[in-house]
């Protein structure tokens, strides 16, 4: 008992990158950014989303000094960024690096050079030059296309050299800037697992922003959900998947959120959702799910994923339910996190605080038998 006290008091590791009470106005009057704080841990994929206009870009280039906060504080490592200059300010834009959107490759440039420009601007040596290149161009499996120029290469290709740019001059904070919107979906799949296999490789700790869920569900760790430049929740990603607490965020996740709501069930049935959020560790086994109800249950639609190793979604199940309403939820809250009874429009019911915690809402469903 007097180690787990010990170990309760030590100090968390100090973030990586902390931000504390940052805004930003510009020039022309708009409040990109209002009172953002926030840290990002060392060694993460970190994900920033929201809407067009939400912030995302502006955050994204504080983080290397392509911004200022017109208040507040960005910090990297113990640094407060916002006062270093000359000598002190290249040093820390070698340390921090960006991929972006549109590649931003030199047409007249093979592979190979696009690569190394970075250290040759910065003089480094000819011989030093090739063998980090010819290192890079493996890791992101351009050995072939080394004399290739960017013309001759497809979206997928471009983003590599990109990426193994930003890489040369080996950075600890990788910034990406809607780095798979320009591309297809196979593109952006092996874009993903590069990055994730770069930062599980190198421990480099990476920040992106997106304005797709499916990004951020494929590769972070957490994330930041931004609205109108205020932060309007953010957490690990199969927390703020599995319970959305802002409108925003509901919004972005879409499809997770609805599904199927014109499906009915026969008479006799009552249609219930199961939602599960992760919180409490509970899988969706329908084996257990009809045992559990102890009536006739047919599965209608399953809208699941896994995230992080928790079961996120719902399934929308009709059962065969004859007795009364009370008791099909005494049963049912057993088994997800939260339940949905439709097609009544009778108040909500008081939980047994005995039990496991579970919400329960009753939601009327047109067209469904009463």
Same mark, same amino acid.
């Given at each position: 008992?007097?180690?787990d006290?010990?170990m309760s008091?030590?100090a968390?590791?100090?973030?990586?990158i902390?931000?504390?009470?940052?805004?930003?106005?510009?020039?022309?009057?708009v409040?990109?950014?209002?009172?953002?704080?926030?840290?990002?841990?060392?060694? /993460?994929?970190?994900?920033?989303?929201?809407r067009?206009?939400?912030?995302k870009s502006?955050?994204?280039?504080m983080?290397?000094?392509?911004?200022?906060p017109?208040?507040?504080k960005?910090?990297?490592?113990t640094d407060?960024?916002?006062?270093?200059?000359?000598?002190?300010?290249?040093?820390?834009?070698?340390?921090? #690096?960006?991929?972006f959107?549109?590649?931003?490759?030199?047409a007249?440039?093979?592979?190979?050079q696009?690569?190394?420009?970075?250290?040759r601007?910065?003089?480094?040596?000819?011989?030093?030059q090739?063998?980090r290149?010819?290192?890079?161009?493996?890791?992101?499996?351009?050995?072939?296309?080394?004399?290739?120029?960017?013309a001759?290469?497809?979206?997928?290709?471009?983003?590599?050299?990109?990426?193994?740019?930003?890489l040369?001059?080996?950075?600890q904070?990788l910034?990406?800037?809607?780095?798979? #919107?320009?591309?297809?979906?196979?593109?952006?799949?092996?874009?993903l697992?590069?990055?994730?296999?770069?930062?599980?490789?190198?421990?480099?700790t990476?920040?992106l922003i997106?304005?797709?869920m499916g990004?951020i569900?494929?590769?972070?760790?957490?994330?930041?959900?931004l609205?109108?430049?205020?932060?309007?929740?953010?957490? /690990?990603?199969w927390q703020?998947?599995?319970?959305?607490?802002?409108?925003?965020?509901?919004?972005?996740l879409?499809t997770?959120?609805?599904?199927?709501?014109?499906?009915?069930?026969?008479?006799?049935e009552?249609?219930?959702?199961?939602?599960?959020?992760?919180?409490?560790g509970? /899988?969706?086994?329908?084996?257990?799910?009809?045992?559990g109800?102890?009536?006739p249950?047919?599965?209608?639609?399953?809208?699941?994923?896994?995230?992080?190793?928790?079961?996120?979604?719902?399934?929308?199940l009709?059962?065969?339910?004859?007795?009364?309403?009370?008791?099909?939820?005494?049963?049912?809250?057993r088994?997800?996190?939260?339940? /949905?009874?439709l097609g009544?429009?009778?108040?909500?019911?008081?939980?047994?605080?005995?039990?496991?915690?579970?919400?329960?809402?009753?939601?009327?469903?047109q067209g469904?038998?009463?």
């Open positions: 008992m007097e180690q006290n010990t008091t030590q968390a590791p100090q973030p990586h902390r931000l504390e009470q940052v805004c930003k106005r510009y020039p022309n009057g409040e990109a950014l209002r009172g953002i704080d926030m840290h990002i841990r060392r060694g /993460e994929v970190f994900g920033i989303i929201g067009s206009g939400a912030g502006s955050l994204l280039r983080l290397n000094v392509l911004e200022t017109s208040s507040g960005v910090f990297i490592d407060d960024i916002g006062n270093l200059d000359g000598l002190a300010l290249r040093s820390l834009r070698r340390r921090v #690096s960006m991929i959107q549109h590649f931003n490759l030199m007249t440039r093979t592979v190979a696009n690569i190394a420009l970075p250290l601007m910065a003089g480094v040596s000819r011989e030093e090739s063998r290149v010819d290192e890079l161009l493996q890791l992101v499996g351009l050995e072939a296309r080394r004399d290739a120029y960017p001759q290469l497809s979206g997928g290709q471009k983003q590599r050299v990109g990426i193994a740019r930003a040369v001059l080996q950075p904070i910034l990406c800037d809607e780095a798979t #919107s320009a591309l297809d979906p196979e593109s952006t799949q092996a874009i697992q590069l990055l994730r296999d770069i930062n599980r490789r190198f421990g480099l990476i920040v997106t304005h797709e990004v569900r494929e590769i972070c760790d957490r994330v930041v959900v609205e109108q430049g205020e932060i309007a929740e953010q957490g /690990e990603v703020v998947f599995g319970e959305p607490r802002s409108a925003v965020t509901r919004t972005l879409g997770l959120e609805h599904a199927h709501d014109d499906l009915s069930g026969n008479s006799g009552r249609l219930i959702d199961l939602h599960y959020s992760g919180r409490n509970l /899988e969706p086994d329908l084996a257990a799910i009809g045992r109800l102890g009536a249950t047919r599965l209608l639609h399953a809208s699941l994923d896994r995230i992080q190793g928790y079961a996120i979604g719902r399934l929308r009709a059962v065969q339910w004859h007795l009364n309403e009370d008791a099909l939820l005494e049963r049912a809250t088994l997800a996190d939260r339940v /949905e009874v009544t429009k009778r108040p909500q019911i008081a939980v047994d605080p005995h039990r496991r915690p579970a919400a329960i809402q009753k939601l009327p469903l469904v038998e009463t």
